[in-house]
């Protein structure tokens, strides 16, 4: 069973940094695009950005490329969203997605951040 | 970017309805292979995120017949028949032709 489970989230003073985990199981993680998407209070889906399934090429929001930053662990079946001088805008759940070009077909339950101080 | 509107925040149905949900996208969705990269997804209090259509009709594995994606160029529409209890969440469409890729607002579907 494909599996993606977030972790890292909670409440954060703005400015602050904060780097969230995704952990994948039940297919080849290396195979895979991923994708970072957040959803707000509201219920707003916002898409973050993408990471090659090797992790050579990434691709951003271009309101949010200058602080958040998406890595990945292969041997880890690990995905990672570095959040840098968070906002209270940044208060949100954020979710991690397996990728392909047209569907993003597995998704974790979402770690919630909250920016607050 | 390309802007999705999903005018419908809420759409009030009664179990065995069949309902429709638009999504409008601000240019075409139609790539040069010929298809469409529009998605739609299902959000379940509780439940993880599931997609349920993608290139704008094609069904995701294990996603009941009911479900059916339709439409072209930038208008597009996921149709539910025979409307089950389970259905009543939140819809989402989703463009991945060009970045950043953009969401549309939702619609919830309520029950009547």
């Known amino acids: 069973e494909v599996q993606l489970v977030e972790s890292g989230g909670g409440l954060v003073k703005p400015g602050a940094s904060l780097k969230l985990s995704c952990v994948a199981s039940?297919?080849?993680?290396?195979?895979?695009?991923m994708s970072w998407v957040r959803q707000t209070p509201g219920k707003t889906m916002e898409w973050i950005g993408d990471?090659?399934?090797?992790?050579?090429?990434?691709n951003y929001a271009p309101s949010l490329k200058n602080r958040f930053t998406i890595s990945r662990d292969n041997a880890k079946s690990t995905l990672y969203l570095q959040m840098s001088n968070v906002r209270s805008e940044d208060t949100a759940t954020y979710y991690c997605?397996?990728?392909?070009?047209?569907?993003?077909?597995?998704w974790g339950q979402g770690a919630s951040v909250t920016v607050s101080s | 970017q390309i802007m999705l509107t999903q005018q419908a925040e809420s759409l009030w149905i009664s179990p065995g309805e069949r309902v429709s949900i638009t999504c409008r996208a601000s240019?075409?969705?139609?790539?040069?292979?010929?298809?469409?990269?529009l998605s739609w997804y299902q959000q379940r209090p509780g439940q993880t995120t599931k997609a349920l259509i993608y290139?704008?009709?094609v069904r995701t594995d294990g996603v009941p017949t009911r479900f059916i994606g339709s439409g072209s160029g930038t208008e597009f529409t996921l149709s539910i028949e025979h409307v089950q209890p389970e259905d009543f969440a939140i819809y989402y469409c989703?463009?991945?032709?060009?970045?950043?890729?953009?969401f549309g607002a939702g619609t919830k579907l309520e029950l009547k």
């Open positions: 997605t397996s990728y392909d070009s047209y569907v993003m077909d597995a």
């Open positions: 039940g297919f080849t993680f290396s195979d895979y695009w």
């Open positions: 990471i090659k399934y090797d992790g050579s090429y990434t």
């Open positions: 240019q075409s969705l139609l790539y040069t292979d010929g298809k469409h990269y």
């Open positions: 290139h704008a009709s």
């Open positions: 989703l463009q991945t032709l060009k970045s950043p890729y953009t």
